[in-house]
């Protein structure tokens, strides 16, 4: 059963990326199609809003493995925090690309760009601690600590672009404070490749989960063998 919502919910994701990928490209106004800035901003903005997300889910994750203990709990985190890393880095090159066409360089140390970059390289420390440490419950009172303070880390960028008046654009989509807004339904396709992207990482978070418990259960079978033979 759990295969027919993998495979279900990374065929949604294919299919909403390409229709409205499509949409984009094809059907918007002649005056959003001869910008090709614009365009990056479609999948820029929704791949570091579904960052986002994960980043959150995982922090929440990661305070319930504080309260229980559970180690499922910390394990869906690790999952949900790489895929959200993986989101984030396209975020950031998609970005930089975006301020290649507008600016005319690739990257400038604004201060909602610096922000990104400095919670970015926070999660790549959480990946890179849960390597380092073997022992499990030590590795995930550790990172979990760490996911807070990341999801602090995340919740900075987010408002930085109301805070800060700097190179970066001031918010366009409709729900956020100062928005500048994109024009009648100029703005509908980013929710589009949002909902496209979080399914896509639902599908990459089972997969990611299934290799944990193989591993678990490698690691038991591991500690059975070692225990006969000692």
Sequence with gaps: MRDYF????????????????HHIFIDLPPVIQNVGAYKIVYMHVSIILASFIGFFVSLA???????TGNLKYDAFAAGVTEVAVVYATAGLALGSLWGRFAWGIWWTWDARLT?????????????????AIPEP????RLCAVLSIFGGVGVTFVYKSIEWY???????????RQGAGGMGPGLETPIYWNLLALLFLGTAMI???MRQEQVSREIDALRRIAHSHAA
């Design 206 to 208: 089972m997969v990611r």
């Design 137 to 140: 419950t030590e590795r995930a």
């Design 6 to 21: 993998l495979y279900g919910f990374a065929a949604i994701a294919a299919m909403l990326l390409t229709w409205n990928l």
């Design 165 to 175: 008046r700097t190179q970066h654009p001031a918010p366009v989509l409709s729900f």
């Design 115 to 131: 922000s990104m970059l400095i919670c970015w390289l926070m999660y790549l420390g959480y990946l890179m601690l849960r390597q």
């Design 61 to 67: 994750a990661s305070s319930i493995y504080l309260a």
